[in-house]
């Protein structure tokens, strides 16, 4: 590291895309001319003060926001919760870096689920597309976006909007579909289950872009991106789970009965979704450039790997 870095402060830096975060901070990575700052362990975010200490004592020289409920099952359980950690944490994160001079950038990163059920017609999703939420998780984002907008017009606040959709990779949750599927997939070719593959709705489509790709758009955004300006990320590509469930099987060469689960449909849920990150590109010049197929092989080698435990 040298004294001419600039210091990240990542906020939820200890979750899935944070730990990619701090990845690319390595030499050769997308952000390497940064210093990753992380927040404390136990660290809360709703606590104004631990907030205003941490501005303080880091001294950022930029800011990527990361840290949220996002969950959205959980958004419907505890409602108040999600709006007290994503809408006044990120209240808490702007008071505190206007109060301590703060003169850098931010990125807020929101969600793609704020446009909620979109028709088909409208598909891709670009930024222009109105957003009307479903859920108490993206109401907050929605909330928090705009609250980081109007420091911006107010305060003077440099700040962009990130509104990635679906990311995947290597340390994602099982809560989620492709490390889900790829446990499975991994337990039938280790001779642990039977090889008959528990599944969902998985004739929907979905945008997946690699999480590495995602916080490749995040550097960007810090870089090149226009102060103010809101940013779909996504791969342009829209993928069925099934198709891609039929890649994993055929990576690890097993060959199952796909049985759907009726507890699992969720019949009013989105059939298809595509996102248009145009803007983001004629901005920045990013482009996704993991294959789809190398991400997947990821997630089943940490899959096997897990399996090894």
């Keep these: 590291m040298t004294a001419a870095m600039r210091r990240l402060l990542v906020t939820g830096g200890s979750g ?164 889900a599927l790829a446990a499975q997939v991994v337990a039938i070719e280790r001779g642990r289950q039977p090889a008959v593959i528990e599944a969902g709705d998985i004739d929907v489509t979905r945008d997946f872009t690699d999480v590495r790709d995602v916080v490749a758009a995040y550097a960007a955004m810090l870089g090149r991106g226009r102060s103010g300006a809101t940013y779909v990320i996504g791969s342009g590509i829209e993928r069925r789970v099934r198709d891609l469930l039929t890649e994993l099987c055929a990576l690890a060469q097993v060959a199952p009965q796909i049985h759907q689960d009726a507890a699992k449909l969720r019949p009013a849920e989105q059939r298809r979704m595509a996102a248009d990150s145009a803007a983001l590109q004629r901005d920045t010049g990013w482009a996704p450039a993991i294959a789809m197929n190398a991400t997947l092989l990821d997630i089943l080698e940490e899959a096997r790997a897990k399996h090894e435990q």
């Design 16 to 179: 899935f895309v944070g730990g990619h975060v701090r990845a690319a901070c390595a030499p050769g990575g997308a952000l390497a001319d940064w210093e990753f700052v992380a927040t404390p362990s136990g660290w809360d975010i709703r606590d104004e003060a631990a907030v205003q200490r941490v501005v303080a004592d880091t001294r950022p020289d930029a800011v990527l926001h990361l840290a949220a409920q996002s969950f959205v099952p959980r958004s419907f359980e505890n409602p108040r919760e999600t709006f007290e950690i994503n809408v006044l944490g990120t209240l808490n994160l702007v008071r505190s870096l206007t109060r301590g001079g703060f003169a850098g950038r931010m990125v807020f990163v929101s969600s793609g689920d704020v446009y909620g059920r979109v028709p088909e017609e409208s598909l891709p999703v670009n930024e222009d597309y109105r957003p009307q939420p479903r859920n108490p998780y993206a109401v907050s984002k929605i909330s928090a976006e705009e609250l980081c907008l109007q420091w911006s017009r107010s305060e003077g606040l440099d700040v962009m909007i990130a509104r990635p959709f679906n990311h995947v990779g290597p340390g994602q949750d099982e809560r989620f579909v492709l490390p």
